[in-house]
């Protein structure tokens, strides 16, 4: 079974960035694709971005231009930076790795913009 440990999490003021950080049990390259999600309280799980095998990337419209999702293969290990972080990001931010229709998820991370 894929393993995922996120890390990087934190509180920080509005305006601050964090770097997520999610480590894979295995080589990225099995899986079709990877990313991070997110979960408010009493709101449902959301998109925030994906990196496919091939490179493509995807993001929610609201973080493009302020976040980024890259990737270091030879560390098996998925990036998402967050700059000029806002109240309304504030979550649970979880990693996921897709083989076919099967995900497997990591525990989460928690992410606060407050003052």
């Not at 295995?26 to 709101?43: C, H, L, S, T, V």
């Not at 999702?69 to 109240?87: E, G």
Request: charged fraction near 15%.
């Amino acid at each position: 079974q894929v393993q995922l440990v996120e890390s990087g999490g934190g509180l920080v003021q509005p305006g601050g960035s964090l770097r997520l950080s999610c480590a894979a049990s295995e080589n990225i390259f099995n899986f079709n694709d990877m990313g991070w999600y997110r979960q408010a309280p009493g709101k449902q799980r959301e998109l925030v971005a994906t990196i496919n095998v091939g490179g493509r990337i995807n993001y929610e419209d609201s973080v493009k231009g302020r976040f980024t999702i890259s990737r270091d293969n030879a560390m098996n290990t998925v990036f998402l930076q967050m700059n000029n972080l806002t109240p309304n990001n504030t979550a649970v931010y979880c990693c996921t790795a897709r083989i076919m229709a099967r995900n497997s998820w990591g525990r989460g991370t928690q992410v606060a913009a407050s003052p």
